[in-house]
């Protein structure tokens, strides 16, 4: 049994932005709120977009 959860393409995005938003963090382009702002809104679009996902993949 292959686990194929940290292989989407949803996942690999959010990963990406949130490095992203360290890399610039780190850079000094974002302040510590406007980082924390960043992640907050990384998770959240993840999250949604598994739900979506479920959503639309349900049974009907």
Sequence with gaps: MTDTRYASRKFL????AFLAG???????????????DFTRWVLALY??????????SAPK
Excluded: H, I, M, Y
């Design 22 to 36: 360290v890399v610039f963090f780190a850079l000094g382009k974002l302040t510590a709120a406007e980082w924390a």
């Design 13 to 16: 995005l959010a990963v990406a």
């Design 47 to 56: 999250l949604a977009g598994n739900v979506g996902d479920s959503f639309v």
